[in-house]
């Protein structure tokens, strides 16, 4: 069954969003939308990326131990792959930028395709 985890509403919900991650690969989708007005033109760039990120086998403690630094709460599906949470990272498929958030080579493309410096 497909799962969709967002900022977890307290302590118990990050231990239930990292016990269902644990050990297992998930998606990260991020978007990116540029609206690029040029001489009267208007061109749009809408594009979605999908990232597969792999969780180590966690164990209870390990878990616990995450959860009460806090950082769990301000993040989907309770974890920061850029803080102390990475050593529990097994592996990335794709772009890592899209996982943190912005897809900063994508965006770089756009703007040298259209001369914007």
Same mark, same amino acid.
């Given at each position: ?39 009267? *033109?208007?061109?749009? =760039? ?6 597969? @990120? #792999? $969780?180590?086998?966690? &164990? ?14 301000? *993040?989907?599906?309770? =974890? ?6 990475? @050593? #529990? $990272?097994?592996?990335? &498929? ?24």
């Amino acid at each position: 069954m497909e799962k969709s985890f967002g900022k977890p509403k307290d302590r118990k919900d990050a231990i239930r969003m990292l016990k269902k991650l644990q050990g297992n690969r998930h998606s990260v989708f991020t978007s990116l939308s540029v609206i690029i007005e040029d001489g009267g *033109k208007i061109k749009e =760039y809408k594009e979605v990326f999908e990232t597969y @990120v #792999y $969780i180590k086998p966690m &164990e209870e403690s390990e878990i616990l131990n995450y959860v009460d630094t806090y950082d769990v709460l301000d *993040k989907a599906g309770s =974890y920061a792959i850029q803080s102390k949470f990475a @050593v #529990y $990272i097994e592996k990335i &498929e794709g772009d890592y930028n899209t996982v943190i958030g912005l897809p900063i080579n994508r965006l770089y493309d756009i703007f040298k395709e259209n001369e914007i410096w």
